[in-house]
């Protein structure tokens, strides 16, 4: 019975630790300014994501999926409406990879040497 509660009192500490470990991941709705665009990000589980964004006084909505490894975060558009929108992307910038860090209610986005961080949007 000792050896039983000895156990226990061994696995109880390695679960919460576990739990506490896990890796945090951007899903979730966040805005912010980026490349000086207002723009609202959303990372949907399942590797979803859509970002919509004020241009020039018209609201841009685009589409596409992430995945993140650790603190490395690769994003790809593949769709916008209005569609013209996808078109002025160069295909080699529709996918990206960059850094991800969240401290609080702030993800900050680290690609080619700039930092962009953005708050999350709470519902």
């Not at 390695?14 to 723009?39: D, E, Q």
């Not at 596409?64 to 910038?93: C, E, R, Y």
């Amino acid at each position: 019975m000792k050896i039983k509660m000895l156990a226990a009192a061994c696995l109880v500490p390695a679960l919460v630790l576990s739990v506490g470990c896990k890796k945090p991941t951007p899903v979730g709705k966040w805005s912010g300014n980026f490349n000086s665009i207002p723009a609202t990000f959303e990372f949907k589980e399942g590797g979803q994501m859509s970002v919509s964004a004020s241009v020039m006084g018209q609201t841009a909505n685009l589409s596409g999926t992430w995945s993140a490894d650790g603190d490395k975060l690769t994003t790809s558009l593949t769709s916008a409406n209005p569609a013209m929108i996808l078109n002025m992307i160069p295909a080699d910038k529709r996918q990206s990879t960059g850094t991800f860090k969240i401290e609080g209610d702030t993800l900050t986005l680290t690609n080619a040497g700039k930092s962009q961080p953005l708050t999350r949007v709470k519902e």
